[in-house]
C-alpha cells in the first residue's frame, strides 16, 4: 500500500532539545503533509510540502522531501512540554484518499 | 464556524443500533473525507466528497456504512447494525479542493463511538 510509514514509534525527549521524525512511503507523490494529534484532540495540519521542494520552514518546524529516497523529516527545534503529541505524515498518490500511517508519539519531558 | 465541526462529539450504542455521526465542514470547502482511527492504529480512510462529483466509496468497510453530503456542506456518516469492531474515533476533514491542489486540510476534533 501507500501507506506512510514514521520512525521511529516513540521518542522521548528533554524539553529544549530537539526532536526528529521520519516518514517513507512507496510511490510518487503530489505533496506531503505533517499532522499532530494531541490525546484526544483532532489533527492540526503542521506543513504541507511540494513534491517540487526540498525544504520547508515554518516556526521552529523545519521539513525536508527527498523524493529519490521517497522519504521526508520533520524537525522541531526548542522542543517544548506542549509539543508532546502523535506526529502523522499524509501522503496521496493521484488517487483521491490520503495515506496516513500509525504515527511517532513524542514525549518532550519538562 | 471557524473550524470543522463533528457531533456528536461521544457516542455509546449497543450492538445492532444504527448511528448517525454529522460533520459541518468548513463554509466554501469543496472537499470531505471521513476516516476512522481506532485504539493505536493510524487513520483509515473511509468516504472522499468532491464538489458534485460522485463520492469515492472505496473506503467503506462494509455495506453497513453509508454517507451522505447534502447541499454540498453538510455530511452524515451513517453506520447501521453497529459491530463491537466499529469501535472507534470518525474523523471528518475538509479542504477548499481536493487532494494534491495544494491545500491543506482541516480536521475536526471527532466522534468517539463505544459499540457495547
Known amino acids: 500500500s501507500q501507506q506512510g510509514e514514521e520512525d521511529p514509534q516513540a521518542l522521548s525527549i528533554q524539553e529544549g532539545e530537539n526532536a526528529t521524525m521520519n516518514c517513507s512511503y512507496k510511490?510518487?507523490?503530489?505533496?506531503l503533509q505533517w499532522y499532530r494529534q494531541n490525546s484526544g484532540r483532532g489533527l492540526v495540519h503542521l506543513i504541507l510540502?511540494?513534491?517540487?521542494?526540498r525544504e520547508k520552514h515554518s516556526g521552529r518546524l523545519r521539513v525536508t522531501l527527498d523524493t529519490s529516497k521517497k522519504s521526508s523529516s520533520l524537525l522541531i527545534t526548542a522542543s517544548r512540554a506542549a509539543d508532546t503529541a502523535s506526529y502523522f505524515c499524509?501522503?496521496?498518490?493521484?488517487?483521491?484518499?490520503?495515506?496516513f500511517g500509525t504515527g511517532t508519539s513524542l514525549t518532550v519531558i519538562p | 464556524g471557524a473550524g470543522v465541526s463533528q457531533s456528536p462529539s461521544n457516542k455509546v450504542t449497543e450492538k445492532g443500533k444504527d448511528v448517525e455521526l454529522r460533520c459541518d465542514p468548513i463554509?466554501?470547502?469543496?472537499?470531505l473525507y471521513w476516516y476512522r482511527q481506532s485504539l493505536g492504529q493510524g487513520l483509515e480512510f473511509l468516504i472522499y466528497?468532491?464538489?458534485?462529483?460522485?463520492p469515492d466509496k472505496s473506503g467503506l468497510p462494509s455495506d453497513r456504512f453509508s454517507a451522505e453530503r447534502t447541499g454540498g456542506s453538510v455530511s452524515t456518516l451513517t453506520i447501521q447494525r453497529t459491530q463491537q469492531e466499529d469501535s472507534a474515533v470518525y474523523l471528518c476533514?475538509?479542504?477548499?479542493?481536493?487532494w494534491g491542489q495544494g491545500y491543506g486540510y482541516t480536521f475536526g476534533s471527532g466522534t468517539r463511538l463505544t459499540v457495547v
Open positions: 476533514a475538509s479542504s477548499l479542493e481536493g
Open positions: 510511490t510518487s507523490i503530489n505533496n
Open positions: 510540502i511540494r513534491s517540487n521542494e
Open positions: 499524509a501522503t496521496a498518490d493521484t488517487g483521491n484518499q490520503f495515506y
Open positions: 463554509s466554501g470547502h469543496t472537499a
Open positions: 466528497f468532491q464538489g458534485n462529483s460522485a
